[in-house]
């Protein structure tokens, strides 16, 4: 796609990607703020530096967008941690289902982008909306039996289940 990009920028990318993406999750975690846009614009000026005049302009960019996708899903999930800590959700619920969603969105991702993209929003099941509100919906009801159930027989369902009131903030 890009003829005068040399193999090796991507290399360097990859190579500088996982150190960055530890540092950005650690700065996320004790700041709140997402440093992604910096973390790629270091890896910009870097791999500019690096292809000079050759091909400095296509080899930045590119190490740029690399390492901003990567840099910026370790800065999510560190949210997310964060998220699930104030809502008192297990840590190990919280990275399984990261986990699980992941592998459902690159299963269900390219079908709903060829589906959309080709016939619309008319080719979307149809009542997918009402099942969405449904579920919800049933979640919230039987939010009592299960706090009651946790209490009475002594399960750690409770504990499992993510709050309701981060549930509502994250829709």
Excluded at 8 to 27: E, K, N
Excluded at 134 to 162: D, V, Y
Aim: net charge positive; charged share 10%.
């Amino acid at each position: 796609m890009f003829l005068n990009l040399k193999w090796y920028y991507v290399v360097v990318a990859y190579i500088l990607a996982p150190s960055l993406s530890f540092c950005i999750a650690y700065g996320a975690g004790l700041t709140d703020m997402n440093m992604t846009y910096n973390y790629g614009k270091v890896a910009l000026f870097l791999l500019a530096a690096m292809a000079r005049k050759n091909n400095g302009v296509v080899a930045g960019l590119v190490g740029c967008g690399v390492i901003k996708s990567i840099v910026s899903i370790s800065s999510d999930l560190m949210h997310d941690f964060k998220t699930g800590h104030l809502t008192l959700t297990s840590p190990k619920s919280m990275l399984l289902s990261q986990a699980i969603g992941t592998v459902i969105g690159c299963v269900v991702a390219p079908f709903y982008k060829v589906i959309i993209g080709v016939e619309g929003f008319s080719a979307l099941p149809q009542h997918c909306l009402q099942l969405c509100y449904g579920f919800t919906r049933a979640r919230l009801e039987l939010l009592p039996f299960t706090k009651s159930l946790s209490q009475s027989w002594g399960l750690e369902i409770e504990s499992r289940n993510p709050n309701c009131n981060g549930e509502a903030l994250s829709k």
